[in-house]
């Protein structure tokens, strides 16, 4: 999904350098949902980036993330 600054996410959460962001779109008069998990380093010039790959020690990391942003969509849908 392309981030712009017109575009923000509903819900992140963050653990250490991984995020996971809950985003909204809005279709044929209906909302939908997705989430994006990226992981934030340090290039070779030392400019923050981001990739959605993940060492073996991260994967528990992204579990939790994505646990954490299933509950809050699971969440949503009881107040809806």
């Known amino acids: ?13 963050r653990i250490g350098l991984i995020s996971a962001a809950v985003w909204r ?3 044929g008069g209906n909302t939908f ?3 994006t998990i990226d992981r934030s380093y340090k290039d070779e010039e030392g ?6 790959s993940y060492d073996v020690g991260d994967l528990f990391i ?3 993330l994505a646990e954490k942003a299933a ?3 699971a969440d949503l849908q009881l107040e809806a």
């Not at 400019?47 to 959605?52: C, D, E, H, I, S």
């Open 1 to 13: 999904m392309t981030n712009n600054t017109n575009n923000k996410p509903v819900k992140q959460f």
């Open 25 to 27: 779109r809005e279709a």
């Open 33 to 35: 949902h997705s989430v």
């Open 47 to 52: 400019n923050w980036q981001r990739t959605n």
């Open 62 to 64: 992204v579990k939790i």
């Open 71 to 73: 509950q809050f969509l």
